[in-house]
Nanobody
Framework: QVQLIESGGGLVQAGGSLRLSCAAS????????MGWFRQAPGKERDFVAAIAPNGIDKFYVDSVKGRFTISRNNAKNMVFLQMDSLKPEDTAIYYC????????????????WGQGTQVTVSS
């Protein structure tokens, strides 16, 4: 059974940093894209970042460019999201995703999801 488990969320003041981790089990995702989405209360699940299997090609939503960094460790079947210079508008539940077939910016093209981890940024 495939599982994605996120960790590292929490409460932080504006300008602070958090590092999210996602550990995958049940199969290897070393040949698949992995990514992060977020969902604020009352809003849709939005794309944040994605990383290709090679770990080199990375994609970000404009609002986090220069502040967030996605990375992966294929040997450990993990993906990470380093979040710096956090803003109150970054507050959301953050979801790890794996195995995309199609437009990586759209949640419906991702095959596996974690349960989410809450990130709250206070002003």
């Amino acid at each position: 059974q495939v599982q994605l488990i996120e960790s590292g969320g929490g409460l932080v003041q504006a300008g602070g940093s958090l590092r999210l981790s996602c550990a995958a089990s049940g199969r290897s995702f070393s040949s698949d894209g992995m990514g992060w989405f977020r969902q604020a209360p009352g809003k849709e699940r939005d794309f944040v970042a994605a990383i290709a299997p090679n770990g080199i090609d990375k994609f970000y939503v404009d609002s986090v460019k220069g502040r967030f960094t996605i990375s992966r460790n294929n040997a450990k079947n993990m993906v990470f999201l380093q979040m710096d210079s956090l803003k109150p508008e970054d507050t959301a539940i953050y979801y790890c995703a794996a195995d995309v077939e199609g437009d990586y910016r759209l949640p419906e093209y991702w095959g596996h999801w974690g349960q989410g981890t809450q990130v709250t940024v206070s002003s």
